[in-house]
């Protein structure tokens, strides 16, 4: 990857205040000699791994999450009635839960998060997962249970919208270290959450154990980043206007001025315009995507293996994230440019796959040939976010890409809250078939 510098939000204001506010407004400085490289690569890595964590754990633990409610009202099936062995309530509801918060999250932070220092938005993060690792484990009900999703939600949507900005004050090669870690936090939460369960441990403290992530976000930020001074960290806007905009200093050619000029809401809608030929493939990457896996994945069920229904479901999620780390982490050796052709793909997958839950063909096929589909569908999944991300990075007009990161991140969550909204009736639709 190209290395150069990544401007800072230096034009990004709404108002005229701003123009005299130093929010990020100095353009990143170089990163300092010897150990500090691998110490901020290595800190995007945790800062992605965390950042997910509790996100991809809800989802793996979907199934079990729905069987919480001590009244039975949520419990397996047991009518016979259905050709299907469902819960009542579709594991993309775990889903909406864990999407719609960190939608209205990037639909709205872009045009205000600049005004929060980057410290409190990280502290947020860390309270919020916490949270929803300790009221799902003690939850009795499907309501509550839901609402420490709501808590995932929060922590992973703000984020990723603000580690994303993050990259813009470093150089470029830490988006992909991001990436990769997003990428771990798929695979490793989902695989301890399946070997914590396979090892005997409950549902409950599988996720009372997880509670060492939020600390290890903690550490990562506050303690292995080395960010440079012109980062925002504690101090609100007014806090910085008195600071001499002429200290700022130019970067690749650019004079204060033109950094710091005033960017109205047309400029924004233009940079938004030239990232859809990225966002919206991307959206439909993951629209079909978290259909199959959250639509589907419970309806593809072997009944005649020693493995439960629920432990096919967490080994399918396992499988989905080990194919998305590999490739989230891909971007150094191959860089594909049309992600349009990735979102062709996943939605042939989606279709093959829906037409093998309609006519119950999929058992017939060896449970290692599903495993394969489900690995390929993760590799086109973090394939396309990863290309869609660097691409920008590497595009972007460096006064423009922190906003522009920011707007990006809005893609794949359009699409996955787009297929939990249809998964749901797709889902009732199936399970209601005798």
């Given at each position: 990857m190209e290395e150069r510098r990544m401007n800072s939000r230096g034009s990004s204001s709404d108002s005229d205040s701003e123009e005299e506010v130093d929010v990020g407004a100095a353009p990143p400085e170089p990163q300092p000699e010897g150990h500090s490289p691998w110490r901020n690569l290595s800190a995007?890595?945790?800062l992605g791994l965390c950042n997910n964590f509790a996100y991809v754990v809800m989802l793996s633990a979907?199934?079990?999450?729905?069987k919480t409610e001590t009244n039975q009202t949520a419990t397996l099936n047991t009518t016979n009635s259905s050709r299907y062995d469902c819960n009542q309530i579709s594991t993309a509801a775990v889903l909406l839960a864990d999407i719609l918060p960190t939608l209205?999250?990037?639909f709205t932070a872009p045009f205000y998060i600049h005004q929060i220092p980057y410290n409190y938005r990280v502290s947020l993060c860390i309270v919020t997962a916490s949270a929803s690792f300790l009221i799902v484990s003690f939850s009795a009900h499907i309501a509550v249970s839901l609402l420490g999703v709501v808590f995932a939600s929060i922590s992973s949507?703000?984020?990723?919208?603000?580690f994303l900005s993050l990259t813009a004050y470093f150089y470029s090669d830490v988006v992909s270290w991001w990436s990769s870690g997003t990428g771990g936090a798929g695979i490793l939460g989902a695989l301890s959450y399946l070997g914590l369960t396979e090892a005997g441990l409950s549902p409950r403290s599988s996720l009372l154990v997880m509670l060492i992530v939020p600390a290890l976000l903690f550490i990562s930020y506050f303690i292995l980043l080395l960010p440079p001074s012109s980062l925002p960290r504690w101090k609100f806007p007014a806090d910085n206007s008195i600071v001499n905009t002429s200290d700022r200093r130019p970067l690749l050619g650019e004079s204060s001025s033109e950094l710091d000029s005033h960017?109205?809401?047309s400029d924004k809608w233009k940079i938004v315009k030239s990232l859809l030929k990225y966002m919206l493939p991307l959206s439909i990457v993951y629209?079909?995507?978290?259909?199959i896996n959250q639509g589907l994945y419970e309806l593809i069920y072997f009944p005649n293996i020693k493995m439960s229904h629920s432990a096919q479901y967490r080994w399918y999620q396992m499988l989905y994230q080990a194919g998305v780390f590999v490739s989230r982490s891909s971007v150094r050796c191959c860089k594909i440019r049309y992600i349009w052709i990735l979102a062709c793909l996943q939605c042939g997958l989606a279709i093959f796959l829906i037409v093998g839950v309609?006519?119950?063909f999929l058992p017939s096929l060896t449970l290692p040939g599903i495993f394969i589909i489900i690995i390929f569908e993760g590799l086109l999944g973090g394939a396309a976010y990863v290309n869609t991300f660097n691409n920008i990075a590497v595009e972007s007009k460096p006064e423009d890409q922190e906003f522009a990161m920011s707007v990006a991140c809005v893609s794949d969550t359009l699409g996955i809250s787009l297929s939990g909204a249809i998964a749901i009736p797709v889902h009732n639709y199936f399970c209601g078939l005798s």
């Open positions: 995007f890595w945790l979907a199934h079990d999450i729905l209205i999250i990037k949507g703000l984020g990723e919208i603000t960017r109205t809401m629209f079909a995507e978290y259909f309609a006519y119950l």
